[in-house]
Structure formats: C-alpha cells, structure tokens
C-alpha cells in the first residue's frame, strides 16, 4: 500500500505557471510508475503525464506536451508537475496515481493502482 498526497493546486490566471506535488509514503516509492491524471465536473478523469521509475523516460497528453513537466525525487518520495502557460480549459481536480506493476508508463486510469485525494487547479479567463 501506499498513500499520496497532493498540494499547490490554486487559483491561476491564463498564461500562468504553477508546480503540483505528491508527497508518497512508504519505502518503495522508486519502483512506482507515476502519473497525474485531471477531471473536470462532469467529465471523465483523464491522462495528463506519466513518468518511469527513474524518472529517465515521460510521457504526455497531446494537450499539455510543451507546457507541462513532469519530474520526480525518489529520495524525497515526491512527484511533481510543472504547469507553465495555463488555460481555462487546464481547470480540474488534478490527480496523482502510482502504477506498481506496470511494464510501460500508465496512460489510462485502468492502469492506475493507487490514488490521491486530488487538488484543484483553476485557471481564469
């Protein structure tokens, strides 16, 4: 088992940048695949970015490639997410997620083994 934690969510303005973090438990954070996946009301959760155990490979949607890092210490147990020129349509409860049997980057929730709480993210016009 392991718990994550999420924070930095805020409100933003369009054009802005903000960090996301999840702070893991456990000690067995580096043989996780990580991931974060965002939901809007009335929307299905979807991919955001995921990331390999050593943080040496990542992968992103069509819709933040370019705009959004994803990064990982595995000595802090943490994970993050770098958002930089944020849109409206970035509004979301955005969600980490650890995958600890998967043999490629997680890209749908069904990969997904554990999850955070969630933090929300949103962006004004």
């Known amino acids: 088992q392991v718990q994550l934690v999420e924070s930095g969510g805020e409100l933003v303005q369009a054009g802005g940048s903000l960090r996301l973090s999840c702070a893991a438990s456990?000690?067995?954070?580096?043989?996780?695949?990580m991931g974060w996946f965002r939901q809007a009301p009335g929307q299905e959760r979807e991919f955001v970015a995921s990331?390999?155990?050593?943080?040496?490979?990542?992968y992103y949607a069509d819709s933040v490639k370019g705009r959004f890092t994803i990064s990982r210490d595995n000595a802090k147990n943490t994970v993050y997410l770098r958002m930089t020129s944020l849109k409206p349509e970035d509004t979301a409860v955005y969600y980490c997620?650890?995958?600890?049997?998967?043999?490629?980057?997680?890209?749908?929730?069904?990969?997904?083994?554990?999850w955070g709480q969630g933090t929300q993210v949103t962006v004004s016009s």
């Open positions: 456990g000690r067995a954070f580096s043989r996780y695949l």
């Open positions: 997620a650890a995958d600890s049997s998967g043999l490629v980057l997680p890209t749908t929730p069904t990969d997904v083994d554990y």
């Open positions: 990331i390999s155990r050593s943080g040496s490979s990542t």
